[in-house]
């Protein structure tokens, strides 16, 4: 993977809801921007030093710019508010190549696109890059309201807009998300992708696994998650294999911290085990999985894991750092 940096222009910032901007994000020296698929990311460097990841909504046949769109979260560690304050049209800031954990797969028979929220960041690319493929798919995107919905109208004239059923949580209840009806028939050629809030992707999870769906035709992307934080939880080992070094994690610490107060910085980002920037290699014990990046059958693997927020099981995890 290329970690070069990448500098581009804020060629407009756009007001979608009174909570919701939309950045048009074009190489600084002119040239085209690295190729992307549907579903893939980018990691935005900010002004007051964090950085946070942000889908591509735009056609993954553009290369001459990349579209984001960031929701105002009051209860953001720092980065929604930064985007929002301080990143304006007109200057330039560095972010990555981008990066593909929520792959589509553009030949399946039959794709359900179910987007909450600010979810339809990831989903809004993958209808666009359906429509131009010319595949079997529908786009259900839910948001409180009318006026909390980015992009409603540049879906509503979309190649794909009669495809598109949107549903609201003011509106009339016939309108409103029916996950058991829309997920009643699975079958080996039907995939359903989600992204949204917690809340609603363990909603649809649990709904197409009941109604007999493959784990493997459900696919998902959590923008955020609560951190696990498990009662009783006691002290554990980590081990560097680098340096023979030792480091205790306390209970109520991270593998993170603890590196951290010894000198031994491990690059995060979206310290909830969401992103995959901490990802460490695994050499000997059993980690404590807490994180919603490593599928289940990776998490089995007991190979790698998240540091910033999964634990140990045994009293001694030995880190390939």
Known sequence: MNDELIKVRVVAK??????????????????????????????????????RQYSLCNPPSETHRYVIAVLRDPKSRGGSVAMHDLVQAGEVISISAPRNHFPLKLDADETLLLAGGIGITPILSMAEALSAAGRNFSLHYGARS?????FREHISVSSFAHRTYFHFDDG???????????????SAGRHVYVCGPQGFIDAVKATALARGWSADNVHYEYFGVSVVSVVGDSSFQVKIASRDETITVAANQTIVGALSSVGINVPVSCEQGVCGTCLTRVIEGVPDHRDQYLTTAEQAANDQMLLCCSRAKTSLIVLDL
Do not use: C, R, W
């Open 146 to 150: 009318p006026e909390s919905m980015a």
């Open 14 to 51: 756009m007001k979608e809801t009174p909570d919701i901007y939309a950045y048009e994000l074009q190489a600084a020296d002119g040239t085209s921007l690295p190729a992307f698929a549907a579903g893939a990311h980018i990691d935005v460097h900010l002004p007051n030093g964090l950085v």
């Open 172 to 186: 009339d209840a016939s309108q409103k998300y029916n996950l058991p009806v829309l997920l009643e028939t699975s």
